[in-house]
């Protein structure tokens, strides 16, 4: 997606039409809708924009129960193909939903210095079951990319939502933990030394401290130069990437640009499976039957109807198995206290 940015950027319609041509098994790009909701905030400002410069998006919905005229505004002069529209309150989000392919969710509260993200579930997880509740109305087929934490929990509240709706197809809905992958590329490059742009590393498990397990043993390229110790530090590191963040910004929220950066990667990923580009392949927190877990990140093969293939685990080092055994126990629970929230509210 980089590269169709900097294309765009550069403002030649040939080489971004080039660009689009490429990869696709048809010709031509279909038209394709995409939803924010929580557009006006943190991370959904700069997600907006990073989505009005996605070739693939013809319709761009931004919504949030405020200020989102101006954001829409804003975006909407960016000489890109998406048509862009803002609709703010509860009575415009049929509207903003109608006819989506993705529905991307980062709307509700962030995170301040000492909270974990379980201290936000109060709060984001009557926002999310209000938001699938109409997403489940509005665009049931639609790609739904959860990023409102804590996402162990607000995944399975999704799930439940839609069950109840009737809607659920578990091939359609995502955790958003990209950024887990993101940071655990860009800290191995800083210590490996390689390249950043050519690192490969899968993470697995959740999206929440101990259960972010990036499987640096899978890391590619390879690197010969770390010892145990570097390995479990880059490890914590990328488990507490969120709060080295949390803490740098001190009070003013959490990872917002990064993340817009994420989940922009993540939604052209489900673009291109949609499209029907082959082998697209990403890590994302879906309903998988890979451990005995009913939810759990891994690499998942994305096509025309969302999930084509839950990849498995591979092999692990001796660390990542014990970090994989450690982890369950808090992500059962997660996972559980969303089933529940759903079921019993
Ligand atoms: N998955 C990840 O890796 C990841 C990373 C960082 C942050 N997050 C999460 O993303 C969420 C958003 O973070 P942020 O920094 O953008 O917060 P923010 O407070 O800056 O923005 C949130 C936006 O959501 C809107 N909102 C609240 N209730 C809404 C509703 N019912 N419908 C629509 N919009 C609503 C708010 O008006 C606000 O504009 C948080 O839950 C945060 O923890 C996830």
Known sequence: ML????ATLRGSPSSSSRLLRRGFSSESTPDRKVAVLGAAGGIGQPLALLMKLNPFVSKLA???????????????HINTRSEVAGYMGEEQLGKALEGSD???????????????????????????????????KYCPNAL??????????????????????????????FGVTTLDVVRAKTFYAGKANVPVMEVNVPVVGGHAGITILPLFSQASP????????????????TQDGGTEVVEAK????????????????????CL???????????????QSSITELPFFASKVRLGKNGVEEVLGLG????????????????LKSSIEKGIMFANQS
């Not at 590269?3 to 900097?6: E, G, V």
């Not at 005229?69 to 804003?74: F, S």
């Not at 934490?149 to 809905?173: C, M, R």
């Not at 080092?317 to 055994?325: A, I, M």
């Open 250 to 269: 001190a009070g003013k929220g959490s990872a917002t640009l990064s993340m817009a950066y994420a989940g922009a990667i993540f939604a052209d990923a």
């Open 3 to 6: 590269r169709s940015i900097q």
């Open 272 to 286: 291109k499976g949609l499209n029907g580009v082959p082998d697209v392949v990403e890590c994302s927190f879906v």
């Open 222 to 237: 390879k690197a010969n130069n770390l010892s145990d110790e570097d390995i479990k530090a880059l490890t914590k590191r």
């Open 62 to 76: 931004l919504y949030d129960i405020a200020g989102t005229p101006g954001v829409a505004a804003d975006v909407s």
């Open 102 to 136: 993705v529905v991307i969710i980062p709307a509700g509260v962030p995170r301040k210095p000492g909270m974990t993200r379980d201290d936000l579930f109060n709060i984001n997880a009557g926002i999310v079951k209000s938001l699938c509740t109409a997403i489940a």
């Open 315 to 330: 092999p692990l080092s001796d660390f990542e198995k014990q970090g994989l055994e450690s982890l369950k126990p808090e």
């Open 144 to 173: 739904v990319n959860m990023i409102s934490n804590p996402v162990n929990s607000t995944v399975p509240i999704a799930a439940e939502i839609f069950k109840k709706a009737g809607t659920y197809d578990e091939k359609k809905l």
